[in-house]
């Protein structure tokens, strides 16, 4: 009958085991890649909204750039008739009727047409056919233009807000990969077989998480 005193006992399980690194190691990525999951949606709806608030914008500022040019082009029409009804009633000898269409100018035109009168002889016969005219073009030419500047920078923060929301919708795709892999792990026979997805699902969400640090982040409105 074998000494009981000289039975050793058995040692006991190591907490820090492989087994125990490996869960601990599972958990962490399971919780960092959900944590930048949920991060990557937010940031994509922010700028998804972004891009449809400047896509709206522009499609207003082009929409009105649109008719300001249509008016303008009326102005500098009408304009240029007024301005030659003028030089035909001077070249008809008709000042009264030139003095009715000068004090009818339109009110934007009349000062162009002052200083160029001021820069002309006395008499307007005289003139040589290649002097310069006075600018016909109306005050809507400059609003048109400014319209289309800000449509311009609207379509340019669309475009941006677009490839930042793809960039996120990218990094949420590699994430949800990482989930997957992580969660298929524990249910998989072997050692090894268990710790390559893990592996894997962890460079996965680092890389992830380096592209998200370098990609430009909304923050909430209340911070």
Known sequence: MPDAASEEPAPAADPQGPGRRFELATAITLAVAGLL??????????????EAQARATANADLTESSQLMLRAGQEEAMNTAMFLQWLNALADDQPLRADVLRH?????????????????????????????????TGPSLADARAARRRAD???????????????YDVANVVLATALFLAGIATVLPGRIARRLPVALAALLTIAALVAMLVTPAQLPGWL
């Open 104 to 136: 009818h100018f339109p009110r934007a035109f009349a000062p162009e047409f002052e200083r160029w009168r001021k820069a002309q002889p006395a008499d307007i016969r005289t003139v040589p056919a290649e002097a310069v005219l006075p600018d016909f």
């Open 153 to 167: 920078r609207a379509t340019a923060d669309a475009d941006l807000s677009g490839q930042v929301g793809d960039s």
């Open 37 to 50: 999951s949920a991060w990557a949606t937010y940031q994509a709806g922010l700028w998804d909204k972004r």
